[in-house]
């Protein structure tokens, strides 16, 4: 794990995390919980939580847990590829109460914000590795739909942080909106280095589905 990402990823562990909100009278969470928006940073989203949490909150069905199995795969094999100093914001349908509507989530929207690989971390080696992994690798978004249920993007840290902030603010915008609504809504964020053991074996072995 690259040295400066520590002091960054030490802030975001120290500071006070809340529980998920549970979803509002629309079946989204909350884009932040209280009178105020702002008022304190763990209190709006995304909000941070373990993989754990995740499993705890939105495993409440046998399709939302082979959603949920299919999410840890990607973050495996992320993991392997040397992509784990970083986190992941997920929302879309899977972080709303969509059977309310009379249908299950489709997959799991995820934007994983990494720094590069140290053995990529030159922009001559990372292009080569994108290029090598967006077919039938990790940025390859329709395999990752159909081996991994997610329905993946990526912002590398690695880029001058104006780009870092013009990309995350796309992605923010996309996902603290329902598309068709406009309404605004909150989303989770997950640190990438975080095991999920824990949270694999919460689902059980999914024998039955």
Known sequence: MPLYYSATHAFMLARERALIPDFNLNGVLPPFVGNTPGAQMALSSPYQCTPLELVERFSTSDHRKTLLRGFFKFREALRANGLEAGFQWVNGSFTENVEALGRDP????????????????????????????????????ALNRASFTCDASFIDLHIAPHL??????????????????????????????????????????????
Request: aromatic letters at 10%; a negative charge; glycine letters at 10%.
């Open 106 to 141: 489709k997959d799991i929207d995820v934007v994983t914000l990494s720094y590069r690989p140290t053995a990529h971390a030159e922009r001559a080696a990372w292009d080569e590795f994108v290029q090598n992994q967006s077919t039938g690798g990790i940025f390859d978004r």
């Open 164 to 209: 870092v902030a013009r990309q995350a603010a796309y992605w923010n915008g996309l996902f603290s909106h329902r598309r068709g609504t406009f309404q605004w809504k909150g989303m989770l964020a997950i640190a990438l280095h975080i095991e999920d053991a824990e949270a694999i074996a919460a689902l059980g072995d999914g024998g039955d589905e």
